[in-house]
């Protein structure tokens, strides 16, 4: 069970994104799929690390870096009065490719992606035709295999959707510790604490959310410019209902940059 981790030296951090959203249905219920805008796809992404504060130092002096050139330091996005953070479909594309260059030489984190189809059938029977449920499935898969050491505390943070999602957050974690333990000979306490959190306020959230932006554009556009600069950068990638690829035994085809 979670607790303050106040007596655990070490910590360790999750930073979880999206990309896409779990929406099937519109007012009044109308059906959105295959209707032009929706999106055919849910990513969610994380990435894991053990130095938040060197990792949060390196975001922050790019984006100083950025604010202080005149080269870049111009443009609407960096000078929005609303106030500016990385941010992959807002940014410019001078930016963007100035930020991939940094992502392609930062070191201290691991990615783990989960992704998942919309098919309605899966939505309906397997998620209740529930959109939560549906995002935390994938919440929950992303999460197996990922919290395995009892010396560690866990601080898990998710960009911010309603705030009343924090206890879905909690219920995912619990589930993937209960089936890893199950799994085990030896089950062990995991404790960990988690937070909603405002990506303006979160510059790890930046990387996460571009390399979920990088794949995106990959698979529904074709264009796998950012996606091949940074594949090094992935460690997992989870097509989570490519049955025909999936395997119980190991590591299926479903499975992609598959190097924890």
């Known amino acids: 069970m979670p607790n303050s981790g106040e007596e655990l030296v070490n910590k360790h951090y999750f930073f979880i ?13 109308k059906l959105l799929v295959g209707q032009p805008g929706f999106q055919p796809i849910l990513l969610i992404g994380m990435i894991s690390l053990a130095d938040k504060k060197e990792i949060r130092r390196a975001i922050l002096d790019f984006q100083n870096r950025i604010k ?30 100035k930020f991939v260059e940094f992502l392609r030489d930062l070191e201290g984190f691991k990615t783990y992606l989960v992704l998942g189809r919309k098919r309605l059938d899966l939505f309906h029977k397997k998620h209740n035709g529930n959109e939560k449920e549906f995002y ?11 919290l395995n050491d009892e010396e560690e505390f866990y601080q898990i943070f998710l960009s911010a959707r309603d705030r009343n999602t924090q206890t879905k957050l909690r219920d995912a974690v619990n589930k993937a510790i209960e089936r890893d333990n199950l799994r085990r000979r030896n089950p062990k306490s995991i ?14 959230l930046s990387i996460i959310d571009y390399l979920l932006w990088a794949l995106q554009r990959y698979i529904l556009q074709k264009d796998g410019r950012f996606y091949k600069a940074l594949v090094h950068k992935y460690n ?3 097509d989570l209902y490519d049955f025909e690829n999936y395997s119980t035994q190991g590591r299926g085809k479903n499975n992609y940059c598959d190097k924890h």
Request: net charge negative; aromatic share 12%.
């Open 191 to 204: 404790t960990f604490s988690c937070e909603i959190v405002q990506s303006q306020d979160t510059p790890e």
């Open 17 to 29: 994104d999206e990309s896409g959203d779990p929406t099937f249905y519109g007012k009044h219920r």
């Open 136 to 146: 935390f499935d994938l919440v929950y898969h992303m999460l197996k295999d990922r």
């Open 68 to 97: 202080t050139d005149p080269l870049y330091n111009t443009i609407p996005s960096v000078t929005n009065p609303r106030g500016w953070y990385l941010h992959a479909r807002g940014d410019s594309p001078d930016v963007r490719s």
């Open 236 to 238: 997992l990638i989870i």
